[in-house]
């Protein structure tokens, strides 16, 4: 689906050293410890796959929600390279295809669409880019610019999005692809606040959508100097958290950074919890092979950062998202 964007196209060229430093757009004053979400929020949910703005944000979207807040999702991915996932779903017992692929993304599409109804937003919030699972720490480096050949799905075998995934004309598999493309998402949306996962996620999609979205502010910087937006942070793959803690609430994880206002812990009422585990419940896909990691966020609490401004300027000569997983 398409977002309906204001018509600004993003230069792909990127500063040289020359160039003065462009700071990202975010707010550096320190903040509270809280996420203030009221009538005049614009939230903005960058999820690598379906099933992550549940994960980390269930509660936040019920609160959003509550204040009629204007949310939209945009997922980087559609979580097609899942091979445990899709075997489950095809049940055929044969080697798996290209096709079986593509039908379980779009399986996880559907599921997208009717998680975010059970919290009382429409299809007209979500938009799905359809870059490759499994590959978006790639674009960061060897697939980045025109220069070379895009990347291409070892599950799909595409090397850009479907057409109705396509957001700008011609976008195919590179990082400086998804930079624009997000760019220009953030640019005509003008968000007053990103959740977005951090660096340290250890998940290769996770890893990489930070460094991504920091890139894409900085592009919305030059374009919209006087943009601001309360850029937060937040994780689902950290070593064994927050499995290893069983209980009504999740801790903070241990061994991260709180960010420059402290671990956010942002409370859910029981009704609250209640919907956000109806909603994973939506995603039957996962539900079917992980119900305990998706059980495993169903908590009287969810828990963000917020980072430092981001000074990131892709691509970069190895990513440092290499060795996280990879599905
Ligand atoms: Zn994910």
């Given amino acids: 689906m398409a977002f309906a964007g204001g018509g600004w196209f993003y230069s792909r060229s990127h500063p040289t050293s020359t160039a003065p430093e462009i700071s990202a757009p975010v707010e550096a004053q320190s903040n509270p410890a809280t996420l203030a979400i009221d009538a005049s929020t614009r939230l903005l949910i960058i999820a690598p796959h379906p099933d992550d703005e549940i994960l980390a944000a269930g509660g936040v979207i019920q609160k959003a929600r509550f204040f009629d807040a204007i949310l939209h999702v945009v997922y980087l991915t559609d979580g097609e390279g899942y091979p445990v996932g899709v075997k489950a779903e095809r049940r055929h017992g044969k080697i798996l295809t290209p096709a079986d692929y593509k039908a379980y993304g779009l399986q996880r599409e559907q599921e997208a669409r009717t998680a975010l109804r059970e919290?009382?937003?429409?299809?007209?919030?979500?938009?799905?880019?359809?870059?490759?699972?499994?590959?978006?720490?790639?674009?960061?480096?060897?697939?980045?610019?025109?220069?070379?050949?895009?990347?291409?799905?070892?599950?799909?075998?595409l090397y850009r999005?479907?057409?109705?995934?396509?957001?700008?004309?011609?976008?195919?598999?590179?990082?400086?692809?998804?930079?624009?493309e997000l760019a220009e998402i953030i640019g005509s949306f003008k968000p007053t606040m990103i959740l977005t996962p951090r660096a340290e996620d250890q998940h290769v999609d996770h890893c990489a959508?930070?460094?991504?979205?920091?890139?894409?502010?900085?592009?919305?910087?030059?374009?919209?100097?006087?943009?601001?937006?309360?850029?937060?942070?937040?994780?689902?793959?950290?070593?064994?958290?927050?499995?290893?803690?069983?209980?009504?609430?999740?801790?903070?994880?241990?061994?991260?950074?709180?960010?420059?206002?402290?671990?956010?812990?942002?409370?859910?009422?029981?009704?609250?919890?209640?919907?956000?585990?109806?909603?994973?419940?939506?995603?039957?896909?996962?539900?079917?092979?992980?119900?305990?990691?998706?059980?495993?966020?169903?908590?009287?609490?969810?828990?963000?950062?917020?980072?430092?401004?981001?000074?990131?300027?892709?691509?970069?000569?190895?990513?440092?998202?290499?060795?996280?997983?990879?599905?």
């Fill in 119 to 157: 919290l009382g937003y429409s299809a007209w919030s979500l938009t799905f880019l359809g870059f490759p699972n499994g590959g978006l720490h790639r674009l960061m480096t060897t697939y980045w610019s025109e220069h070379s050949k895009a990347y291409r799905s070892r599950y799909t075998r």
């Fill in 209 to 327: 959508a930070w460094f991504f979205v920091a890139d894409a502010l900085a592009d919305v910087a030059r374009v919209h100097p006087n943009f601001h937006t309360d850029l937060i942070t937040y994780i689902v793959h950290w070593n064994s958290w927050p499995f290893d803690h069983p209980g009504a609430a999740m801790p903070f994880p241990e061994d991260l950074d709180s960010g420059v206002s402290g671990w956010i812990n942002v409370p859910l009422s029981p009704e609250q919890v209640r919907v956000k585990r109806a909603a994973l419940n939506s995603y039957k896909s996962q539900k079917d092979v992980m119900p305990w990691f998706l059980d495993g966020f169903a908590r009287s609490n969810e828990v963000f950062s917020r980072p430092a401004p981001p000074h990131i300027t892709l691509p970069v000569r190895q990513s440092p998202c290499d060795d996280f997983i990879e599905h």
């Fill in 161 to 180: 999005p479907s057409v109705s995934e396509t957001f700008i004309p011609d976008t195919e598999y590179r990082g400086e692809d998804l930079t624009q």
